[in-house]
């Protein structure tokens, strides 16, 4: 007898007792895994990605002047608030040392 058929023997004697006992049939492995971590998965991997998405600007630095090196300059003469304190570039303290606000 091959294996394979071994298998499904197995497989029709759990089945067969299960239904007498009065417990769930044996699931396969991946019908288990799809019912009972299919929604979970679903639900973290959206909410994943809904948390990873919104503005593309989001990895820069926050505010007026709080960059260093090349970008800095577009942070205090880019004409928007980007603190929102009230203050445009080099009307804002922040920028008041930025070479851009002499």
Partial sequence: MSQNRHAQLLEQFLEETSERIGVAPV??????VV?????????GMTLGVAACGGDSQSSRP??????????????CTDQVDDDLDGLIDCEDEDCAADPSCS
Avoid at 27 to 32: F, G, L, T
Avoid at 62 to 75: L, P
């Fill in 27 to 32: 699931v396969p492995w991946s019908d288990w």
């Fill in 35 to 43: 019912r009972r971590l299919g929604g979970p998965l679903v639900l």
């Fill in 62 to 75: 926050v505010g007026e002047g709080t960059c260093s090196g090349d970008g800095c300059i577009a942070e």
